[in-house]
Structures are given as C-alpha cells and as structure tokens.
C-alpha cells in the first residue's frame, strides 16, 4: 500500500530535484563555454594570420609569381 509522503519528505525531495537540474544545468554550460572557448581562440588565430594576396591589380609575372611561393 502507497503511504503519502510527510511535507518534510516533500520539501526534501522538491530540493533534491532542484539540486540535479542545477547540476546538470551546470555540466551543459561548462561543456558550451569549453566548446566556445575553442572556437574563439580558433577565430583569433585565423584573424591574426598574416595574408599574403598573389593578385594586387594588373598582371602577375612568373618570377614574381615564384618569390610568393
């Protein structure tokens, strides 16, 4: 036979529940912030590297073309 639970078994089951999806809450956003860490460092890398454009307007000389490779 189900006994009820007591307001005090209420209260603390209420609390436990709260205290898991807080927990879980947590471990998604550590996991999205380490995502987005990454992938801002990746963003900064690719902007702070150095680009080199073969083509400036006009005609590209083979020997020119060499000193850029």
Do not use: D, W
Not at 10 to 39: F, M, V
Not at 52 to 60: N, P, Q, S
């Amino acid at each position: 036979m189900y006994s009820p639970l007591s307001p005090i078994e209420q209260a603390l089951s209420q609390l436990i529940k709260g205290c898991k999806i807080a927990i879980l809450s947590a471990i998604l956003l550590a996991g999205e912030n380490e995502r987005l860490y990454i992938e801002n460092h990746r963003q900064k890398r690719k902007r702070a590297n150095k680009r080199t454009y073969i083509a400036r307007g006009g005609v590209l000389l083979g020997a020119e073309g060499a000193f850029y490779i």
